[in-house]
């Protein structure tokens, strides 16, 4: 069993940055050799793949974050990042980290206008 997580969410003004962190705890022994993603979901809308990290540190990140978003990891410290740097409203959801069939409880983004 795999425990995870979120933290960092907030209000911010567009434009603004926040730094989402997620703590994995459990049967973690193999954290390293995960691929960790990071989620959203908006209200209405369906969950959407945000960004993902792979064992070596490889990326991947939807179109509509590139640029602007940066995902990370800590193995030490079983922690997944997400730095996300000039928000937009329409980034706001609440965003999920996701690490095989297991997922944190989320943390909420809002940004205004």
């Known amino acids: 069993q795999v425990h995870l997580v979120e933290s960092g969410g907030g209000l911010v003004q567009a434009g603004g940055s926040l730094s989402l962190s997620c703590v994995a705890s459990g049967s973690v022994l193999r954290y390293p050799v995960y691929v960790l993603n990071w989620y959203r979901q908006a209200a209405g809308k369906q969950r959407e793949l945000v960004a993902a990290i792979s064992r070596l540190g490889n990326t991947n990140y939807a179109d509509s974050v590139k640029g602007r978003f940066t995902i990370s990891r800590d193995n030490a410290k079983k922690t997944l990042y997400l730095q996300m740097n000039n928000l937009k409203p329409e980034d706001t959801a609440v965003y999920y980290c996701?690490?095989?069939?297991?997922w944190g409880e989320g943390t909420l983004v809002t940004v205004s206008s």
């Open positions: 996701n690490l095989q069939d297991y």
